[in-house]
């Protein structure tokens, strides 16, 4: 074909002639079309013969509106039915899961976006539902459920605060308090200052998902045991003063 067309001459002509419709005689310039590209014809037939053959001719969303004149996002899915020169529409009504969608999406956009780290972990379906990289540094990757997760992730579990971490899991209740955690990636032991809160099922109405939110706590821990070990000095220097004093008095009363 591309040996036989000549698109300027026929583009001219057409323009050119029919004053009718173009007085002015404004000839474009383009579209400049490439007839020397593949043209996939084996491709468009082997398409052709799956639609003949009853394959799916593809799906489209689409809003409408429902008797209340709520909108609702309906999915068309069409296809062919074998031997025959028809198609069958099916009709899905998919507003609920693109909302569901949307959640996840603000709520991944908030999560990317805070300092701490933060995960939401399902206790039904035992597993991890999001997090954000502050989490996964910090922690690592949960891959499994929030008791199993902390658990595998503190580093000393004998102590109260961990004690108290663990039961706050297996009550699913609140728990807010400074855990010595070691890194999945690197090992090394880290205060985290840890909160967790639970959400209801909306559907049971007990509760069933863990927010957990975590903040690196090494700077605030070396700080507040540098000023614990202080006042521990003082007060032994403290101490041994007043012990000095008691034996001075006794040695004059002497």
């Given amino acids: ?3 036989t067309v000549n698109f300027d001459h026929i583009r001219r002509h057409y323009y050119y002639s029919h004053d009718m419709i173009n007085p002015n005689r404004i000839i474009p310039v383009g579209p400049d079309l490439d007839l020397m590209a593949p043209h996939e014809r084996d ?3 082997l398409r052709c013969e799956q639609i003949m053959g ?6 489209a969303e689409f809003v409408a509106y429902d008797a209340n004149g709520d909108p609702r996002i309906l999915e068309c899915t069409a296809r062919t039915v074998a031997g025959r020169t028809s198609v069958v529409a099916s009709l899905r009504d998919i507003t609920a899961r693109r909302r569901a969608e949307g959640e996840r999406h603000i709520l991944q956009r908030v999560l990317e976006g805070a300092t701490q780290g933060l995960c939401l972990f399902d206790a039904l379906r035992d597993e991890p539902l999001t997090y954000n990289n502050s ?3 910090l922690l690592g990757v949960p891959g499994q459920g929030a008791r199993a997760f902390w658990r595998r992730a503190v580093a000393e579990p004998e102590v109260p605060e ?6 706050a899991l297996d009550r699913r209740i609140s728990y807010f308090g400074v855990v010595k ?4 990636r690197t090992g090394s032991v880290t205060p985290v200052r840890t909160t967790i809160d639970w959400i209801d099922d909306p559907d ?4 069933r998902f863990a927010a957990c939110q975590c903040d690196d706590y090494s700077g605030e821990y070396a700080r507040l045991s540098a000023l614990e070990q202080a006042y521990s000095q003082e007060r032994q220097a403290h101490v041994s003063k007043a012990e000095m004093m008691k034996a001075l008095g006794h040695d004059l009363r002497q």
């Fill in 162 to 167: 961990a004690r108290a971490l663990f039961e």
């Fill in 181 to 184: 955690v070691r890194a999945a």
């Fill in 1 to 3: 074909v591309a040996e």
């Fill in 135 to 137: 989490f996964s540094r």
């Fill in 54 to 59: 009853g394959a799916e001719l593809g799906a």
């Fill in 43 to 45: 491709r468009m037939k």
């Fill in 204 to 207: 049971t109405g007990a509760p």
